[in-house]
């Protein structure tokens, strides 16, 4: 079956850069699009970006340009995500999800929980 | 960027009720709107892509209308189950934005 597991739970302190993981199997992983889905604590949910794993750049929402660096590695079928500079207001819960040709986020990670501390 | 607004933010309804949530964009998303589910501690849950179709393994209870800028999500009867946080999305264009979401909670 489809799963995406993303890699455990980070502290970092502020100014630190973070990267999560996220680990695909049970589909191909180039034929779906893989998207970053960011959720502070009892808000809701923001679009961070998206990356095609053929190739060519990834999109980055506007807020998190120049701070946000999204990859992934076919030959494990894995995508990743760094943030760096990290502030305060970055804790959160990060999620990586999948989309494909016809159909939306229909498979998410289960969520890595970000925490930015002093 | 796309915005959406999700009302009511809250609604309070009990068991076998049926709830009807909006979700409206300030420009037209075509039929690209899509609902999810959230329960807490849970990651988002597909319902509904593309105004009204359900996603694999949703009950009939749930559906979604709409076009343009104005969509709804109904749910005829209420379990409760579906109790929880729903969040509209458009994927008409990058950035993809979110709803703010609206809460169902139990009466």
């Known amino acids: 079956q489809v799963q995406l597991v993303q890699s455990g739970a980070e502290v970092r302190q502020p100014g630190a850069s973070v990267k999560v993981s996220c680990k695909t199997s049970g589909y191909i992983f180039l034929t779906y699009y893989i998207h970053w889905i960011r959720q502070a604590p009892g808000q809701g949910l923001e679009w961070m970006g998206v990356i095609n794993p053929t190739g060519g750049s990834p999109t980055y929402a506007r807020k998190w340009q120049g701070r946000v660096t999204m990859t992934t590695d076919t030959s494990t079928s894995t995508a990743n995500m760094e943030l760096s500079d990290l502030s305060f207001e970055d804790s959160a819960v990060y999620y990586c999800?999948?989309?494909?040709?016809?159909?939306?986020?229909?498979?998410w990670g289960q969520g890595t929980l970000v925490t930015v501390s002093s | 960027d796309i915005v959406l607004t999700q009302s009511p933010a809250t609604l309070s309804l009990s068991p076998g009720e049926r709830a009807t949530l909006s979700c409206r964009a300030s420009q037209a998303v075509s039929n690209f709107l899509v609902w999810y589910q959230q329960r807490p501690g849970q990651a988002p849950r597909l319902l509904i892509y593309?105004?009204?179709n359900r996603a694999t393994g949703i009950p009939a209870r749930f559906s979604g209308s709409g076009s343009g800028t104005d969509f709804t999500l109904t749910i005829s009867s209420l379990e409760p189950e579906d109790f929880a946080v729903y969040y509209c999305q458009q994927r008409v264009d990058w950035p993809y934005t979110f709803g703010q979401g609206t809460k169902l909670e139990i009466k």
């Open positions: 593309d105004t009204s």
């Open positions: 999800t999948r989309e494909g040709q016809l159909l939306p986020f229909d498979s």
